[in-house]
């Protein structure tokens, strides 16, 4: 499913965010993938993203290279990933339901399919009252089960979420993550890139820990202890 | 691509330029001046080469005589000339009587006594303006039938159009080549502002774009907004100038008629509206159009990479 072999990435400074990393994870895993801020856990987005590209090494993902990947190719491979921030990332001007339904309006899903799949992911995250309301009417916590509900809504392959609890309460936080576990147990393959040690060892999930670019641990079942 | 994906770039295109209003009417507006003006030396210029080609075969050439010569002789160079019946329409005598009645008559309406006075007790001031009058089918054909007619025996000298439509070429081109000048300065204007527009949409929408990048959204779909957002620009700033050019001219064909009726007579008058506004509608159209996608994809070329 998702592939590293041996991949470094400097940035023009010369410091290397990544060095060496091989990492492997299967298709319908959960992987949290931690360390304290520098460690490489952005970069690492990045690069599943195509927003950049490794400096060495490959990136297999789903059976495509991506730093052989054509440029025009890029928007089809992000289609089968979906996406979320903590900082959200949704469009203030519109309402709950034209956020979701934007992401299907993008890829050019005819308005028939967005009438019946937006309500439905809309239920799953437990939003299907609110539609009509417009992100800064919604808590912290409901802004990122917007945000999840657009990431999903096209059912990606991949979930990708960049410090998904960063800006929430724990009680919001464990919502959040119970979501992605219910997503996962759906047959996504879901990485969470995080530094909240609580959700981590709550969950007892694979744990893979980058430390200044280097994996030093990668374990089942893990915890999220002290560098 | 789907219909509604069109429909959704269309609502985005119209809904940036809400979002930006002041710079949109500034686009509109120069764009509709632009149009403007070109419209109006459009009008200009096609009457121009109108009322040049009348004059052309309007006034036709006047043939003149040697003093004194007989009568007889005169009909001969009638004869020739009515003989050359591939090139010549229509020849008209007229004496030299009629040539000072038709003189007075236009200059000296209702007031005999001037007229009197002009003649200065002479028996015609105009004694040796008796004349033919040679029209011919294809303007073209008329230097060569001057040049003829100059050889023919008799003939003191030939009159042909040509002063009043070379002044009407030489003004005709002034105004074409002030119009172009005029209509470029103006047109890298609009490209100037339409691309500032659109600049300020992309940055509004900078973070949309992103999501819609991570989204999986192409290229085309990114853009086509934006690119709409030129046309639309282009199309309202050009239908805008059409549609009161359209009226200005029919008031000002009516009011220039009025005043100079002598276009009326020599000229056929001017270029009815419909004539003038079923090229000129077209073009203005194409070149709004252009205008706006010229702007925009330079534009999102520069500001927004693939």
Known sequence: MITLKNVSKSYVQGSKALADVDLHIDKGEFVFVVGASGSGKTTFIKLLLKEIDPTSGSIIINDQQLERMPRRKIPKYRRGVGVVFQDFRLLKDRNVYENVAFAQRVIEKPTKVIKKRVPEVLTLVGLAEKYRSFPKELSGGEQQRVALARAIVNRPEILLADEPTGNLDPQNAVEIMKLLEEINSRGTTVVVVTHNREIVNSMRKRVVRLKKGVIISDEKEGVYVED | ?306
């Open chain 2, 1 to 306: 691509m789907r219909i509604s994906t069109l429909g959704y770039s269309i609502k985005q295109g119209f809904k940036n330029i809400g979002r930006n209003k002041l710079f949109s009417i500034a686009s509109v507006a120069t764009m509709a001046a632009c149009i403007f003006l070109f419209g109006l030396f459009f009008s200009i210029a096609t009457n121009f080469s109108y009322m040049l080609k009348n004059i052309e075969t309007n006034v036709g050439v006047t043939v003149f005589f040697d003093e004194g010569l007989d009568q007889a002789s005169i009909e001969m160079i009638g004869q020739e000339i009515v003989g050359m019946t591939e090139i010549v329409k229509e020849v008209n005598y007229v004496s030299a009587d009629e040539a000072w009645e038709s003189f007075s008559n236009k200059y000296f309406e209702g007031n005999e006594a001037a007229a009197e006075g002009f003649k200065n007790n002479q028996d015609n001031p105009l004694a040796n303006s008796a004349h033919y009058e040679v029209f011919v089918y294809d303007i073209d054909e008329q230097d060569s039938l001057v040049e003829h007619i100059k050889t023919l025996d008799g003939v003191r000298k030939v009159e042909q159009s040509q002063q009043a439509s070379n002044t009407l070429s030489t003004v005709n081109r002034l105004i074409s080549t002030v119009s172009i000048i005029i209509i470029l300065i103006l047109l890298a204007v609009s490209i100037f502002l339409i691309s500032n527009t659109i600049t300020v949409g992309i940055a509004v929408r900078r973070e949309e774009i992103a999501i819609m990048k991570y989204i999986g959204a192409t290229n085309f779909f990114v853009r086509l907004p934006f690119v709409l957002e030129g046309i639309i620009i282009g199309l309202i700033g050009a239908a805008i100038p059409l549609v009161v050019l359209y009226f200005l001219y029919q008031q000002a064909v009516t009011y220039i008629l009025d005043r100079f009726s002598v276009l009326q007579d020599f000229m056929n008058g001017l270029l009815p509206v419909n004539q003038v506004f079923v090229w000129l509608v077209p073009i203005g159209l194409i070149l709004g159009v252009g205008i706006g996608l010229v702007g925009s994809i330079i534009t999102i070329r520069k500001h927004l990479k693939a």
